[in-house]
């Protein structure tokens, strides 16, 4: 189980990769409990708070810090194409850039610990691009975007002696939505590989249909040979680094990974503008096609900004809070890496 002081790295970690909004009108009433979420969140607040917690990182993502590069193609599915009407589902396969990463903004993050993460471009026809970002958790770290950075905030504070775990705990219980990623994660180990266990999409988008409105879904990437997770023994024994040479070993020895893209339906009644919380587990899901990694290890995603905002025609975000934060805040991001800051 997760100390008090482990959970604070794990739960920056795990939440980083879903990240502007507005301030709260000012005739609000000030800010009582000490504990609350600020009223207020930006995409410069969140670049400011991960300096904080990793330094100064020029020429590095300020989230998702340390990763690989990968490619590979993907498929749709004919289930895919008879149900939803986009681009995305109209080519015979469409390829890939990927980026695996570890959560955070730590250059060099222990791989033995944390969420990891992947960045996806489909390159479509006419120079048109989908991009997705998920993580191997499937839920986020506060319903929105203020929640989140007061947990970022909180966790400054105890790195710089300010603060003490007994306050995060104090905040979490004063932010009880922020608790269902924390459960969810309690008792799981990372992953063994990258490609060892399912990602998250953990936001709700909409895709159109030829004769219906638009269906909200939320999507998640299963590994078709099945999850694994690192044993309590080899998370003592191996070194900090070795996700990078499992996945080139993974791909010389089997040429290939595979993932089912799966979408999970939302009906009437289920939320899209809160991402810490789960749709009920009977919901429909559908198989949109196949993701599979086929390299690793070139630089080709080093220029490309995984924006989860940037879709395909036919597929739009929804009014999940923390999506037009992250978006944000992955282009302040992508400036200052490429103007090495």
């Given at each position: 189980?997760?100390?008090?002081?482990?959970?604070?790295?794990?739960?920056?970690?795990a939440?980083?990769?879903?990240?502007?909004?507005?301030?709260?009108?000012?005739?609000?009433?000030?800010q009582?409990?000490?504990?609350?979420?600020?009223?207020?969140?930006?995409?410069?607040?969140?670049?400011?708070?991960?300096?904080?917690?990793?330094?100064k990182?020029?020429?590095?993502?300020?989230g998702?810090a340390?990763?690989?590069?990968?490619a590979?193609e993907?498929?749709?599915?004919a289930?895919?194409?008879?149900?939803?009407?986009t681009p995305?589902?109209?080519?015979?396969?469409?390829?890939?850039?990927?980026?695996?990463?570890?959560g955070?903004?730590?250059?060099?993050?222990?791989?033995?610990?944390?969420a990891?993460?992947l960045?996806?471009?489909?390159?479509?026809?006419?120079?048109?691009?989908?991009?997705?970002?998920g993580?191997?958790?499937?839920?986020?770290?506060?319903?929105?975007?203020?929640?989140?950075l007061?947990l970022?905030?909180?966790?400054?504070?105890?790195?710089?002696?300010?603060?003490?775990?007994?306050?995060?705990?104090?905040?979490?219980?004063?932010?009880?939505?922020?608790?269902?990623?924390?459960?969810?994660?309690?008792?799981?180990?990372?992953?063994?590989?990258?490609?060892?266990?399912?990602?998250?999409?953990?936001?709700?988008?909409?895709?159109?249909?030829?004769?219906?409105a638009?269906?909200?879904f939320?999507?998640?990437?299963?590994?078709?040979?099945?999850?694994?997770?690192?044993?309590?023994?080899?998370?003592?024994?191996?070194p900090?680094?070795f996700?990078?040479?499992?996945?080139?070993?993974?791909?010389?020895?089997?040429?290939?990974?595979?993932?089912?893209?799966?979408?999970?339906?939302?009906?009437?009644?289920?939320a899209?503008?809160?991402?810490?919380?789960?749709?009920?587990?009977?919901?429909?899901?559908?198989?949109?096609?196949?993701?599979t990694?086929?390299?690793s290890?070139?630089?080709q995603?080093?220029?490309?900004?995984?924006?989860?905002?940037?879709?395909?025609?036919?597929?739009?975000?929804?009014d999940?809070?923390?999506?037009?934060?992250?978006?944000?805040?992955?282009?302040i991001?992508?400036?200052?890496?490429?103007?090495?800051?």
């Amino acid at each position: 189980m997760l100390t008090r002081v482990s959970f604070i790295a794990a739960a920056v970690a795990a939440a980083f990769a879903t990240l502007s909004v507005g301030a709260i009108a000012a005739d609000q009433p000030a800010q009582v409990n000490p504990y609350a979420a600020p009223q207020s969140a930006s995409a410069t607040d969140f670049i400011e708070v991960f300096a904080k917690l990793n330094g100064k990182t020029p020429g590095y993502r300020k989230g998702h810090a340390r990763g690989v590069c990968a490619a590979g193609e993907f498929v749709p599915s004919a289930a895919a194409r008879q149900r939803f009407a986009t681009p995305l589902f109209a080519v015979d396969k469409a390829p890939l850039i990927m980026r695996f990463s570890m959560g955070g903004g730590n250059p060099n993050a222990d791989e033995r610990r944390g969420a990891r993460g992947l960045g996806i471009q489909f390159q479509l026809d006419d120079n048109q691009f989908h991009h997705i970002a998920g993580l191997t958790v499937p839920l986020f770290a506060g319903k929105n975007p203020q929640q989140f950075l007061g947990l970022l905030q909180w966790s400054a504070k105890i790195q710089a002696g300010e603060a003490t775990p007994a306050d995060l705990q104090k905040y979490f219980a004063a932010n009880p939505e922020m608790q269902a990623q924390r459960e969810w994660s309690q008792g799981r180990q990372a992953s063994a590989e990258y490609t060892s266990s399912n990602y998250y999409g953990i936001h709700a988008f909409f895709a159109d249909q030829p004769n219906a409105a638009a269906q909200a879904f939320r999507w998640q990437l299963e590994p078709v040979a099945g999850e694994q997770q690192l044993t309590a023994a080899e998370v003592e024994s191996l070194p900090p680094s070795f996700l990078d040479e499992r996945l080139t070993e993974r791909l010389k020895k089997d040429g290939k990974v595979v993932f089912n893209w799966v979408w999970t339906l939302a009906e009437p009644g289920d939320a899209t503008n809160n991402p810490a919380q789960l749709w009920p587990a009977d919901r429909e899901q559908v198989t949109i096609g196949t993701i599979t990694v086929t390299s690793s290890g070139s630089d080709q995603c080093e220029p490309v900004n995984f924006d989860p905002m940037r879709v395909a025609l036919g597929i739009s975000p929804s009014d999940d809070p923390v999506l037009p934060i992250r978006s944000v805040a992955y282009a302040i991001s992508q400036g200052m890496r490429l103007n090495n800051q």
